[in-house]
């Protein structure tokens, strides 16, 4: 197919894909579709740790993102009641301004990248880290106490929330 | 798979999803918009995270966007635990409105 592999074209779909979600997180005046476009992008990115062989990541960002993260913000969203009536609006001039340095930083970043070498990715029989077997090896091997210490910080995360939450602290 | 996807294409995806989430977080005042942005910033560096860790053949990274999914998800919880504090006592999430720290 015009000289493309099959990974290469899924490469560019699902890379235009996530863009495309991406602008339109950002563009949409509902807050409720943009966590929806959101969404989207997660499962294209996610697509995209599959394409990288990183099985056992594609699952837990479908799961922790996708499940989790947006559900909570789907929730606070539809509690807060917000819809495209109350949504504030920047002034004209900050969002050009905006564009314009997000503009600059694209360039800096692809100036930047003009003179580096290019490295081929390897083909996929070589790279077995990402299956959950070699990885759960390291996670539970050489990180086991980064671990641990996460499991900490999400204690503490959801002590915290919960005190935040509270309507008044007795 | 993974056959002839130079490691610039993923560096540029990355930097152009980082950005469009960097001019989400300056163009809108919505609060809840401006959380998700700073997911989408998170979630392209985790992309090249793993990107770089398929291309050294390194564990290390992906166990480092493991960690990373983790900080994001207790970061969440407590974000949007304090939205919801300011939105009861203002009525609303416009970043803007609070100011008050500013006189």
């Known amino acids: 197919m015009l000289g493309y592999s099959i990974t290469q074209w899924l490469f560019g779909i699902l890379s235009f894909l996530a863009i495309m979600f991406g602008l339109m997180v950002v563009f949409t005046r509902n807050p409720i579709n943009s966590v929806l476009y959101l969404v989207l992008t997660f499962f294209c990115i996610a697509g995209h740790y599959l394409l990288l062989n990183a099985q056992f990541l594609a699952v837990v960002h479908i799961v922790v993102y996708a499940g989790a993260i947006m559900v909570l913000f789907l929730f606070v969203i539809m509690l807060m009641n917000l819809n495209e009536d109350s949504e504030p609006q920047k002034a004209v001039i900050t969002k050009v301004i905006a564009g314009c340095i997000g503009g600059v930083l694209l360039f800096v970043m692809v100036g930047s990248l003009k003179g580096a070498e290019q490295l081929q990715l390897q083909a996929s029989g070589a790279s077995q880290i990402g299956l959950v077997k070699n990885l759960g090896r390291v996670l539970f091997g050489e990180f086991l106490f980064p671990f641990e210490i996460a499991s900490v910080l999400l204690l503490a995360a959801m002590v915290g929330a919960i005190m935040l939450g509270k309507k008044e602290i007795k | ?103």
């Open chain 2, 1 to 103: 798979m993974i056959n002839g996807i130079p490691i610039n294409y993923y560096i540029l995806l990355s930097a152009i999803l980082f950005i469009i989430g960097a001019v989400g977080v300056m163009a809108r005042r919505n609060a809840i918009i401006i959380f998700m942005c700073i997911e989408l910033m998170l979630n392209a560096v985790n992309l090249l995270l793993v990107a770089f860790s398929t291309l050294h053949n390194d564990a290390n990274g992906q166990v480092f966007v493991f960690f990373v999914m983790a900080v994001a998800a207790a970061e969440v919880a407590v974000g949007l635990a304090i939205l919801s504090m300011v939105y009861r006592n203002i009525k609303s999430i416009d970043i803007d409105l609070l100011s008050k720290l500013k006189n």
